[in-house]
């Protein structure tokens, strides 16, 4: 893109109710950092935007200037999307009101809201909707994007449970996208991710869910363990979802030292409904540790709770000081039997580092049942993701561990070449036209995109050129 006018910091102020923020202003450092580490950049402009019409202001000047625009709203992005060098941060941090209607469980969020901050006040009713493992992460990215979290065989993807979207698109119009009004849009923008415009909020169906049983299982490890594992988690009632994280146990209360920085597994587990019926779900999986020849669990934290509690206080958070340097891949598997269990085993065991994971997620379920092309999430019939992932300490380090990963995902890799976009990083358009969006699915979100983005104004994201 050419630039055509620089950016008058003064007039852009002006013309916005929120806060325009320069790199003169004393909160510019604080403020540019994304979650990620290693990303710096420096936007000539962020400008936390107040409203529906600065949100129009911004895009406007994006088009006009010709700068760069990203988008922002939890700032998780693995890619560093939500932040530019010289361009324009267009910052939801402040949209923040959320309408929760009891009565016809639904929610209108506004983009700003992070995934905790829309759980935590749902669940005052009794309600629930289904984000991802982190509360910090925004409900902008990991909705326009799919949402695989603790309610993914129970109640679907996130996409799975939105009912409408306002956004504002390249020519600066709000439109609303839903199943009757623009229902292309509606459709891309379930997947699609940030390609085809600004969501200023989102309108959510919501489930009962007055508790869960749920936390922490710290299990030992081995081939067997995980095989068992995955196999339990296919034949367990939709109910109960979980992230199987195989990696070096953490320093946790009730971890035994003995333990510490050993592999096991760190799951996160989630039974939506009843507690009986939640504890009997959940037993196969405390007497794994059997396989190992423990008597029990390394630490077993399962426990009735209500559903905010799954998101961990301390979860990163942009403004916090957590900014982890990290290299990570994501694929879907057909399948975890023995062979790639021992595989993964391997790949864990053949790297000395303090934090490398395989994180195994059994989908199937509710996200199953939806129909392939429904929305422009395409992978309903992939039973297993994986995400492999390894921390670096400096850019000597990270050659290492990019290498590990890359050896591990070969290693992996199953007739299922599919990726979910939110697990994407900088991996280039071959990745995002065959493995995030395949087939006719790319085709159809490009002709969307030209219809209403043809000037690719929104191209910081896993991008879509317009056909
Ligand atoms: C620690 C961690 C845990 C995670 N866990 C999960 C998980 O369990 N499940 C899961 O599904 N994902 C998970 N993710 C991935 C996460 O969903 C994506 O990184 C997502 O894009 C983050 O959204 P964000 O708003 O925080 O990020 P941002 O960096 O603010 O946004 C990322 C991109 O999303 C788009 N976007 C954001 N807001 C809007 C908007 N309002 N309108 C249009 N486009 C927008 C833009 O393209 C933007 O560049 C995790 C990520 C991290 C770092």
């Not at 669990?297 to 509690?309: N, S």
Request: glycine share 10%.
């Amino acid at each position: 893109m050419t630039v055509s006018t620089a950016l008058d910091l003064a007039q852009l102020r002006a013309s916005i109710a929120g806060r325009v923020i320069g790199p003169n202003d004393d909160d510019y450092d604080a403020l540019r950092k994304v979650v990620m580490g290693g990303i710096d950049r420096r936007p000539a402009a962020i400008v936390r935007v107040a409203n529906v019409d600065d949100v129009k202001a911004v895009v406007g000047v994006a088009r006009e200037t010709g700068l760069d625009l990203a988008i922002r709203s939890g700032g998780h992005s693995a890619k560093g999307d939500s932040t530019t060098d010289g361009g324009i941060v267009l910052d939801l941090r402040d949209m923040k009101a959320l309408d929760i209607d009891p009565e016809a469980k639904t929610a209108w969020a506004e983009a700003g809201l992070t995934a905790g901050e829309v759980t935590t006040a749902v669940a005052e009713h009794g309600l629930a909707i289904g984000f991802g493992d982190t509360g910090s992460v925004g409900i902008g990215g990991i909705t326009t994007g799919g949402g695989v979290g603790y309610l993914v065989r129970k109640h679907g993807l996130t996409i799975d449970n939105l009912l409408a979207a306002d956004i504002v698109t390249a020519d600066g119009q709000l439109l609303r996208a839903d199943k009757d009004t623009n229902p292309d849009l509606f459709w891309a923008i379930r997947g699609g991710g940030g390609n085809f415009g600004v969501v200023t909020r989102f309108k959510y169906r919501l489930v009962d869910l007055p508790g869960i049983v749920g936390g922490i299982l710290v299990l030992p490890v081995n081939a067997e363990i995980i095989e068992r594992y995955i196999a339990l988690s296919e034949e367990a009632p939709d109910e109960l979802s979980s992230i199987a994280n195989v990696m070096p146990v953490p320093p946790l209360p009730g971890v035994p030292e003995e333990w510490l920085g050993k592999l096991g597994i760190f799951a996160l587990m989630t039974y939506a409904g009843e507690a009986e019926a939640g504890q009997k779900a959940l037993q196969p999986f405390r007497d794994l540790a059997q396989l190992a020849g423990l008597d029990a669990p390394i630490a077993d934290m399962l426990r009735p709770m209500t559903y905010p509690e799954m998101y961990f206080p301390e979860d990163a958070d942009a403004g916090s000081d957590y900014h982890p340097l990290a290299v990570s891949y994501n694929l879907l598997l057909d399948r975890c039997d023995r062979p790639s269990a021992q595989t993964i085993m391997e790949h864990l065991e053949a790297l000395d580092a303090p934090m490398r994971v395989a994180q195994l997620r059994v989908l199937g379920g509710a996200m199953a049942r939806v129909r392939n092309d429904a929305t422009a999430f395409a992978h309903r019939a992939s039973p297993i993701m994986v995400n492999i992932a390894a921390f670096y300490e400096g850019e000597a380090d990270r050659a290492e561990k990019q290498a590990w990963m890359e050896g591990f995902a070969s290693a992996i890799r199953q007739s299922d070449g599919g990726a979910y976009v939110n697990f994407v990083g900088d991996e280039g358009p071959e990745r995002v036209r065959n493995a995030v969006y395949p087939g006719k699915t790319y085709d159809r979100l490009a002709e969307i995109k030209r219809r209403y983005d043809p000037g690719n104004l929104f191209h910081l994201n896993q991008n879509i050129p317009p056909a």
